[in-house]
């Protein structure tokens, strides 16, 4: 399947939710050098990070996210029909941290709940597969929560990522139709399995349940081998995903991108011909956060929102699987757009492993 | 593009001097040819010449003239 649509589903709400630790990659002991920082800093282009503590989960920052979106709403917990979770940082193995957090937003019985195994790329996938779920029947309201925190499985001795990680959550609120029947929403959905160790980590899992070297406990990046998939793939999943809804460059408002890398991020804008104006970063605040910067952006990338009309954004998100999607959707005017924090941790309840 | 502006360019883009530079320069007298530069290097045979770099071509890569063959091989070079 190269590109598929749906019916348009409606986002009522998305709330992005980071840890209150901020650290400052120039400012604090990062253990390298301060040259080599700052040469990682420029090309990367992240200045500051929000770590979570030893303590808080992606299901922390999902759940505030949440309960933030529900909020501002005024959904009733009861009226939630299904919780998707994508998130490679889960709580346990088992079970599911969606269950959890259906434990802890109170939702009704009859709501369906379950995890996704997707990181960089799993908010395309999560909104295709929340839009599938609305285009049927019985599905009107569905929650869909990204969280990640990438910075809790960077080991802090390996450059390749010990300044590059930050945490963050999300929450989207997803409704049935909302109007016009005709309106579209386009993904394009892709994998590339041969790459599945260029982004990896190999202890833990069944596969190597106890590795007899801790450094297999911690995030494994081929960044060289990543930047090749990224300048290969994101091409022509841009030209493929307008090419199938009909649409130009110039009808899209912003250009949605996963927060990889600054460098990269820029590549990928010049190669492909995008306005910059157009291309909200937030990494220079927050971080590579993996898949929740893409929600991340769209929260806290400044967007300019008219008000006669919905934005249309393409969200392309890549990575980890090696995977990658697009999305091409409308952000209606009324969505609400928050932001939030967790609480600042104090020293019982643990600190941040910096 | 012949082999010496392209070797120029090499120099430029890992902020060495021209002179400095030559088909035999190793790899570990560059300093600026480390991991970041490896992505500099990659993004820049991609805007210049269309050519994205294999992580095995990468890793093949030991002194200047390696880069050089890389372009002579896609006949990028003119002599």
């Not at chain 1, 597969?129 to 990438?150: D, K, N, V, W, Y």
């Not at chain 2, 790899?27 to 992580?55: H, N, Y």
Request: aromatic residues 8%; proline residues 5%.
């Amino acid at each position: 399947m190269a590109t598929t649509s749906t019916r348009a589903a409606a986002i009522r709400g998305i709330t992005s939710c980071v840890p209150a630790r901020s650290f400052d990659n120039l400012n604090e002991s990062t253990g390298f050098e301060k040259e080599e920082v700052e040469k990682v800093v420029r090309l990367a282009g992240v200045k500051t990070r929000r770590l979570a503590t030893d303590n808080e989960c992606s299901s922390d920052l999902c759940l505030a996210a949440a309960r933030d979106v529900l909020g501002s709403l005024g959904w009733e917990p009861e009226s939630v029909d299904a919780l998707i979770m994508v998130t490679q940082s889960p709580d346990y193995f088992l079970p599911s941290t969606a269950c959890l957090i259906h434990r802890d937003l109170r939702l009704a019985d009859t709501c369906a709940a379950f995890d996704v195994g997707l990181g960089c790329s799993g908010y395309t996938y999560g909104l295709w597969l929340a839009a599938m779920m609305l285009q049927g029947s019985g599905f009107r309201r569905i929650l869909l929560l990204h969280g990640e925190t990438p910075a809790r499985f960077a080991s802090h001795s390996d450059r390749a990522v010990a300044l590059l990680f930050g945490d963050a959550g999300s929450a989207t609120a997803l409704e049935a139709g909302g109007g016009d029947e005709r309106r579209r929403w386009w993904f394009a959905l892709h994998t590339d399995g041969a790459g599945y160790d260029d982004l990896i980590i190999e202890g833990g899992g069944f596969r190597d349940r106890f590795p007899a070297d801790p450094q297999k406990y911690f995030v494994h990046m081929n960044g060289t081998g990543i930047f090749n998939f990224t300048i290969k793939r994101v091409p022509p999943l841009i030209e493929s995903t307008l090419a199938a809804a009909g649409v130009g460059k110039d009808d899209v408002d912003y250009f949605i991108f996963h927060q990889s890398n600054l460098f990269i991020m820029r590549h990928l804008a010049k190669k492909c011909g995008l306005p910059e104006a157009r291309i909200p970063f937030t990494i220079g605040e927050f971080g590579s956060t993996g898949g929740p910067s893409v929600p991340l952006t769209i929260a806290k990338g400044n967007l300019s929102r008219p008000a006669d009309r919905p934005l249309q954004l393409l969200l392309l998100a890549y990575g980890v699987g090696l995977s990658w999607g697009s999305a091409l959707v409308d952000l209606p005017q009324a969505a609400v757009l928050n932001h939030v924090q967790l609480p600042a941790a104090d020293a019982a309840s643990g600190g941040t492993t910096v | 593009m012949n082999t010496q502006d392209a070797t120029k360019w090499i120099a430029e883009l890992f902020q060495e001097p021209s002179a400095s530079v030559t088909p035999d320069t190793p790899r570990d007298a560059v300093a600026a040819w480390d991991s970041l530069g490896e992505l500099t290097l990659m993004a820049d045979m991609d805007e210049k010449f269309g050519i994205v770099l294999t992580d095995t071509q990468l890793k093949a890569m030991h002194r200047v003239d390696d880069i050089l063959q890389v372009l002579r091989d896609q006949g990028k070079l003119t002599d």
